[in-house]
């Protein structure tokens, strides 16, 4: 059978596996028909030169450098040894001749079918009585490149890899990008280029670190391929699953690709292509990917490399390694950031990621950071929203980063955001979680505005509504669906970026030598504030002066009872509370507060300024001594925070600023009083903190000022800005931070429904139910 499309050449390929139908499962018909289309198309590929390698290598088989002279007899990039091919293995001893026909080929080859675990699989189709059977339906198909080119024999592979991928619901997410997908963020990538890349001799890289079966890899290709059939692309890739390398590697050896290229392992604690840089980077990043396994390398890299790394920016949050994905392709750029050189190299980033990198995380965690070097480097141009439920593995909404180095001098400073979540159609049957696909119309609407880069106000989409169910009691008012809108909008950098101000507010506390305040002092502070008093109930009344907190004699009782009841102590806690001396210690320290009762009163005092010099005079006269512990529990068992109280002055100062806590107070309430100028102390309770919008257009301290002044000051008349919280990169006050909130800014307004319909329903419904209970009663 011999055929030029590429179409029918598949679903011959895909057809074989009716023989496997019974003995295997539908997720491994791929691994075993996969490997088999491969080695027909290799055989092929060889069999001009394939007596000449053969009769090279009888001989030269015992010399040394015998790779590079029989790949320069193959003309090929690899070969194979054996005189044999698929027609020649024959019946009996099939397994041990096809094996060994596969030890033959040279050690890029071979080294896909060991990743295939082929040997596995052809002693189970041994097993089965099919291995002949698969042999001779391969053995006689043509998959000569003049019968199909490497071009149209990778679009054979790619769509086989689909149709396996899909019928496996279970993995195809993990290992393969939906085809929409793929071609909507090559386009995007490519476009900025198609000039340039129609140029003679035109030579590009594109690199894909999470490779998976090859997806972005082969469409790049194809991509290029289809502007310029004289364009040379070169791919590099790495993967961590051994299949979908193998799968990836043969495909790219169908193409005369350089497979050495193609890395296994993983790509952020073993970047295996360090020292390249690429034209083109395309991913499709694990989403919520942990990586606590390899931390230890991470953080490694990031302390003692810095920029100098890949993660000089910042580490993301260990349960989530998008951004760390991101970076890692960021770093693989060429250097050359807003070259003045027309078609200067430069580089251009497609990422597909989840919507947590966009917002996660505050000012000065990693995330913020990540996000704040790629958009004060004026790196990024574009993010896409794709429609939810677009995935074989998940259905959340995701998004397509598209970065670049060498931005058109129109999009420098600026940020395009893209609404397309509403450009899918229902798939007629689903795959996984997989339930919407984008059409060609639908590509080319994003394609299109990303080109133009123009902002479009939300445009109703001439698409279908939504099926609803209906089961269940229907509204009498249905709530109408929002219109399928597209919508486009482009922003400045620092639009994204705000600076978080620290607001804090005087602590204010009222105090009292209260019976009741000084009674909670016979017990210690956590975590023995709820065992003591407990114990204390139980066997406290036998206590007297000389045996107080004494229970040698309940001991065990007593340990029963807090393993029961307290047993979230642990062992040197419960030595602890079963000691005399933590009981003798908090007993001393009542009745030295019951000493102070008695000097100072039981009077309630609003102003803890002045009740801390009493105590000061009182603790001097009673001759009264605690350690820092007796006195912070002193005084927290007797303070308490009042807002009708006194601020708690912290230190006094000579010049006022009551913008930074500043300010002008007159100690007591006498009108004769002299007026100082003081700090308070801040109450930690009260803290606030503000995000105030970035402006290059005015200096830091103005615009803090006036968004204090305007925002804060009017509704909180004794707060002020901590000038002691200062960002680490700019030294200036305030933290800044970076979010991109991609729903905020396309968020249309839906008013509720009126009250009258409503109440229409709730009188349906009361109708319903009603009429139900008479049924029952009658």
């Keep these: 059978m011999t055929t030029n499309n590429f179409s029918q050449t598949a679903d011959f390929i895909w057809s074989v596996a009716d023989l496997l139908r019974g003995d295997f499962k539908r997720s491994q018909f791929g691994r075993v028909l996969l490997p088999f289309a491969l080695l027909r198309r290799l055989e092929c590929v060889l069999s001009d030169h394939k007596d000449a390698v053969v009769e090279k290598f009888a001989a030269i088989k015992d010399q040394d450098m015998q790779e590079q002279q029989l790949i320069r007899v193959s003309k090929r990039t690899f070969y194979n040894t054996s005189p044999m091919d698929l027609s020649k293995l024959g019946q009996s001893d099939i397994k041990d001749n096809l094996n060994t026909y596969i030890q033959s080929f040279s050690k890029d080859a071979r080294e896909i079918f060991e990743y295939f675990k082929f040997e596995e699989f052809v002693g189970q189709l041994d097993d089965a009585n099919l291995l002949y059977q698969v042999v001779q339906k391969f053995q006689n198909f043509d998959l000569s490149p003049e019968a199909i080119s490497n071009h149209e024999m990778g679009l054979v592979f790619e769509e086989l890899i689909r149709k396996f991928s899909e ?96 890395k296994l392992g993983n790509t952020l604690s073993n970047d295996q292509l360090e020292s390249e840089r690429f034209d083109y980077i395309l991913s499709n990043a694990p989403f919520w990917v942990d990586w606590k396994k390899i931390a230890g390398e991470i953080k490694d890299e990031y302390e003692q490399k810095g920029f100098e790394g890949r993660f000089g920016a910042g580490l993301p949050r260990v349960s989530d390694g998008s951004l760390l994905f991101l970076m890692h392709l960021l770093s693989k750029m060429h250097d050359n950031q807003h070259s003045s050189v027309k078609d200067a190299q430069g580089s251009r980033i497609g990422i597909i990621l989840n919507g947590s990198p966009l917002f996660t995380g505050g000012a000065g965690s990693g995330e913020s950071e990540i996000r704040r070097y790629i958009l004060e480097a004026d790196l990024l141009e574009a993010i896409i929203a794709l429609p939810t439920d677009m995935f074989y593995n998940t259905g959340i909404a995701t998004y397509i980063w598209i970065l670049s180095n060498k931005k058109a001098p129109e999009r420098r400073g600026k940020v395009q955001l893209i609404d397309g979540s509403n450009l899918y159609s229902k798939m007629r049957k689903s795959l996984g979680s997989k339930r919407n696909e984008m059409s060609e119309d639908d590509i080319k609407i994003i394609t299109r505005s990303f080109g133009n880069f123009e902002v479009i106000d939300a445009r109703v989409l001439d698409k279908p509504d939504e099926v609803k169910s209906k089961r269940g009691r229907q509204a009498a008012n249905p709530k109408n669906e929002p219109a399928k809108t ?32 000084i009674e909670s002092l016979r017990y210690a502070n956590k975590p023995f504030d709820m065992v003591m008093p407990a114990l204390y109930e139980k066997f406290g009344s036998s206590w007297n002066a000389e045996n107080y907190g004494d229970l040698s004699l ?185 979010e991109i909130p991609f729903n905020r800014h396309f968020y249309v307004y839906e008013p509720p429904r009126s009250l009258a319909e409503i109440d229409a329903d709730l009188d349906k419904v009361s109708s319903e139910i009603m009429k139900l209970l008479n049924e029952v009663h009658s």
């Design 167 to 262: 019928s496996s619901n279970e993995t195809a997410g993990e290992h393969f990008t939906p085809r929409d997908i793929v071609r909507l963020t090559t386009s995007l990538v490519f476009m900025e280029d198609d000039e340039a890349l129609t140029k003679d001799g035109i030579i590009r890289t594109i690199y894909d670190p999470t490779a998976g079966t090859g997806g972005f890899l082969s469409s790049g290709i194809e991509y290029v391929l289809e502007l310029n059939p004289d364009a040379v692309m070169r791919t590099f890739g790495q993967e961590l699953n051994p299949e979908s390398y193998a799968i990836c590697k043969a495909d790219m050896l169908i193409k005369g690709q350089d497979v050495s290229r193609i």
């Design 486 to 517: 597209f919508a486009s909008k482009i922003f400045a950098t620092h639009k994204f970026g705000y600076r978080r101000i620290t607001i804090e507010r005087p602590l204010r506390l009222s105090a009292q030598l209260s019976d009741e305040a």
């Design 554 to 738: 309940v001991i065990l009782e007593a340990r029963a009872m807090i393993k029961a009841d307290f047993s979230e102590l642990k062992e040197s806690q419960i030595k602890d509370v079963l000691s005399k001396k933590l009981w003798q210690d908090q007993l001393s320290l009542l009745n030295k507060a019951k000493s102070l009762q008695a000097a100072i009163g039981t009077e309630q005092s609003n102003d803890f300024n002045q009740f801390e010099k009493v105590l000061k005079q009182a603790l001097k006269d009673t001759e009264v001594n605690l350690d820092v512990k007796g006195k912070k529990q002193l005084l927290d068992a007797i303070t308490w925070k009042n807002p009708e109280a006194e601020p708690v002055i912290k230190k006094t100062i000579k010049v006022t600023n009551p913008l930074y806590g500043a300010f002008e107070y007159r100690v007591s309430n006498s009108p004769s009083s002299k007026a100082k100028i003081v700090e308070f102390q801040p109450d930690s309770d009260l803290r606030d903190y503000e995000n105030v919008p970035l402006n290059p257009e005015v200096t830091t301290t103005k615009l803090i000022e006036d968004y204090f002044k305007r925002e804060v000051q009017p509704h909180v008349s004794d707060a002020w800005i901590n000038a002691d919280k200062t960002d680490d990169i700019d030294k200036e006050i305030g933290v800044v931070g970076f």
